[in-house]
T-cell receptor, first 113, second 113 residues
């Protein structure tokens, strides 16, 4: 069975620190990968997605993620976080040909001003 | 353009009571989904509807039923609520089933006592 692992469950940073959140998936073959963000009290919204091509994808609000096929990873990065980045972040994967995604358990990020 | 709407926003039920969560989308999307979100568990798919007229089980369907009433609406029914169904429920839609961006509703916070 496919699974998506997010290793960091809780991350606490100060403003201007760099961020990297890990995401790994457990199966081979074609995969499509997403990062979603849920700000406090709000619904999930898409940050970025990878389908094919350039493994470094850029999303909204200065976020980027790198797909490393050999490591089965799709880590989310931001060079300098802001207090407004406080949120929960979810990685999701579609196995090739699948109708439905598998979500990771989420990472709670708190950024102190 | 409201996107994905859900009603109610909050609900408290007693064990054994039934209720229906409503979801509607105005983006002419073909596919709709119901998830539950629990602390430390991320998002888990309950049921989905790849297209009007079809529904399929997700990861955690027990205790739930769904109805794809028309292209816009996808409801989730709890026939006999149990405390284990205390959760936040999210509805989502996407243009097609598969690796497409999902658009989420604001969620329903359900407590079963």
């Amino acid at each position: 069975a496919q699974s998506v692992s997010q290793h960091n469950h809780h991350v606490i940073l100060s403003e201007a620190a760099s961020l990297e959140l890990g995401c790994n998936y457990s199966y081979g073959g074609t995969v499509n990968l997403f990062w979603y963000v849920q700000y406090p009290g709000q619904h999930l919204q898409l940050l970025l997605k990878y389908f094919s091509g350039d493994p470094l994808v850029k999303g909204i609000k200065g976020f980027e993620a790198e797909f490393i096929k050999s490591k089965f990873s799709f880590n989310l990065r931001k060079p300098s976080v802001q207090w407004s980045d406080t949120a929960e972040y979810f990685c999701a994967a579609f196995r090739g040909g699948s109708y439905i995604p598998t979500f990771g358990r989420g990472t709670s990020l708190i950024v102190h001003p | 353009n409201a996107g994905v709407t859900q009603t109610p926003k909050f609900q408290v039920l007693k064990t054994g009571q039934s209720m229906t969560l409503q979801c509607a989308q105005d983006m002419n999307h073909n596919s709709m989904y119901w998830y539950r979100q629990d602390p430390g568990m991320g998002l888990r798919l309950i049921y989905y509807s790849a297209s009007e007229g079809t529904t399929d089980k997700g990861e955690v369907p027990n205790g739930y039923n769904v109805s794809r009433l028309n292209k816009r609406e996808f409801s989730l029914r709890l026939e006999s609520a149990a405390p284990s169904q205390t959760s936040v429920y999210f509805c989502a839609s996407s243009e097609l089933a598969g690796p497409y961006e999902q658009y989420f509703g604001p969620g329903t916070r359900l407590t079963v006592t």
